[in-house]
C-alpha cells in the first residue's frame, strides 16, 4: 500500500479553516465583513468570554432566503464573484466563499436569516460542518450568525488562543477598524453583558474618529487630503508630540478594507523624518483609494494584507503628502493645564543595566542638609561604608510600591481614601476605555473611585490618601500606556501585581524632580522602612552604594 493517501473531506475543513480563522476575532471580522456586503446600516457585535464561549452578529443586511442560507455554509460558495475576471477588480471585503464554511467546521453555528420581502425567516443550524436542522422562524429582516465553542472539536488549536482579554482586545481592534471605515454604519460591541461601544450610523468621518480615538486625540490631529493620478489619500495624522512608544492607533484603509501596509506605514515614518525619535510612533488614520486593478487583496486567506502593482509611487505618494501636511502645521510643543507636555510616552531611565545585591544602612543621626541631590537625579549620602546613592525615581516607587499593595491586601481603602474638591474627568479612546474597564477592580481596591461618566469619559471622585497631591489624570494614562504595552498574563495574582507596580512607577517623583532636604530625608527613611529597598518593582536598583574601597581607588589612593 503506498504512503500518500487522499484526505478526509473532515480534515481538508479543518485544516483550511486554519487558515481562516485562527482566532475568535478571525470570526468577528468574517462576520462583520459579511454583513458590510449585505448592505447593513447597523451591525451588532456581542461576545462572551473574548468570544471564546459565543459570539453573535446581528445585521439589517438584505439577508437571504432559503436557498441561500442552505448552502451559504458550503466550502467555496460566495456571492460577490462568478468569473476569473471578477478577481483582478474585487471591490467587496469577502469573495473567497471560506469564512461560513470555515466557521462552521470549527464550532456549533446558527445562522438565521430573512429578506425584506419575506414573511418569515429560516435557520440554518450546522454543528462541525454538518447541517443538523433547517427550518423556518420568525425574525426581523437582516441575519444572526451565532458561533458557540470556537474550535471545541479541534482541542489542539484551542490550546493556542490566549487569555479572554487578550482575545477581546483583538475583537475590540477589529471592530473598531471597520468602525472608521464605515461611519455611516451603527455599530454596538458587548461583551459578557457589558456594552463596550455603541455607535450611532449616519456619523461624519470626524465624529467617529474622535468617538473611538477619544478627543483628547484627536484634538492633537490634523486632516489630510491628496489626489494624484487615480489614487487619492486623506485621513488624520498627529502632531509628532502625540506620538507615543507603541503602534496601536494606526490604522490604513485601502478602498475602504482596514488592511496592514508595510509600504504605507514605512512611508509615514519617512514623511515624518526627524521630527519622531527612533522608538516613537504617531498615531493616524489613512484612507487610499486606488482603482481596484491596481490593489491585489487576494495576498492573504484573512484578506488582512494589500498589494500594490506600483509599491515605489503609493509609497511616494504617501511620504510627500505627509511631509507637506506637516509643513504647514504648527507644530510648536503644547502643554496640558498641568504644564505637562502631550505625551503619554515612558521616560528613559538611566542605570538600566545596573545590576547587583547590597546590604541595608541604618542612618541614625541623618541631617537633612547632608543628603545632596544630583542632576534631580539621584541623592548622595555619606555612610559609615562610603558613599549611598538613590536613585529618587525608583526609590519612590519602590515605597509607593509596598504602600498600594498593602492597601490592596488589607482592604482599607473606605478608611485610605480622599474626595477631590474638584472632580477629574477625562476620555479615552475606545481600547483604552477596555483597558481601564478591565482594571477598575483593582482600582477600587486601591481607594480610587472611578464612574464611567458617557461613551469614553471618566470621572475620578476619590484617589488614595497618598496620591492625593498627584496629577491623578496623568497618572492614569500613563498607567493604561503601561498596561497596553504589556504582554497579557494569564494568572490574576500576576495581574494585580503588574497593575500596582505600574501604578507605583507612573505616581512616583520623576526624573528632574527638586526635592527639598525634607523631602530627600523623608524619601531615604521611607525606601530603609520597606522589606526589600534594593530594586523597584521592575528590577532596577534603587539604591547602590560606593564603598570606600572604590573611591580610594578612584582616587589613586591606593
Known sequence: MGKILKLSQSIVSKTAAGEVVERPASVVKELIENSIDAGATFISVNVQKGGIKSITVIDNGEGM?????????????????????????????????????SIAAVSRLAIKSRTINSVEGNILIMEAGKEMKRSKVGMDFGTVVEVENLFYNTPARKKFIKGI??????????????????????????????KILDLPNLQTREDRISAVMGKTLFAEMFPVDEDRDHHKMFGFLSNPQA????????????????????????????????????????????????PFDMVNVNIHPRKEEVGF??????????KETVELALR??????????????FERGVADYTFKKLKGSIDSWKLEGLRPEEIIQIGELYLAIGTKNGMLLVDQHAAHEKVLYERLLDEFDKRRREHKSVSLRTHIIFDLPASESALLEESLTIFERLGFEIERFGDGTYKVRKVPEMLQSHDVKRVILEFLDDLSREKPVRDI???????????????????????????????????LKTKTGYTCPHGRPAMVEIPFSALEKMFKRR
Do not use: M, W
Open 493 to 527: 495574582d500576576t495581574k494585580n501585581l503588574k497593575t500596582i507596580s505600574y501604578l507605583a512607577c507612573r505616581s512616583a517623583v520623576k526624573d528632574g524632580d527638586h526635592l527639598e532636604p525634607k523631602e530627600r530625608e523623608k524619601l531615604i527613611k521611607d525606601l
Open 243 to 290: 506620538s507615543g512608544y507603541k503602534r496601536t492607533g494606526q490604522y490604513i484603509f485601502v478602498n475602504r478594507r482596514p488592511v496592514a501596509s508595510k509600504v504605507v506605514t514605512a512611508a509615514v515614518r519617512e514623511g515624518y523624518g526627524t521630527l519622531l525619535d527612533r522608538d516613537s510612533y504617531p498615531p493616524f488614520v489613512i484612507f487610499i483609494e486606488a
Open 309 to 318: 502593482i506600483n509599491e515605489d509611487f503609493i509609497f511616494r505618494i504617501v
Open 165 to 194: 482579554q487578550a482575545e477581546f482586545r483583538q475583537i475590540l481592534d477589529n471592530v473598531i477598524s471597520n468602525a472608521i471605515s464605515r461611519p455611516e454604519i451603527g455599530f454596538v460591541l458587548v461583551h459578557n453583558a457589558k
Open 328 to 341: 504647514n502645521q504648527n507644530l510648536v510643543y503644547r502643554t496640558d493645564i498641568f504644564g505637562n507636555p
Open 65 to 101: 432566503d432559503d436557498k441561500d442560507l442552505a448552502v451559504c455554509a458550503d466550502p467555496h460558495t460566495t456571492s460577490k464573484i462568478y468569473t476569473e475576471e471578477d478577481l483582478e477588480r474585487i471591490s467587496t471585503l469577502g469573495f473567497r466563499g471560506e469564512a461560513l464554511s
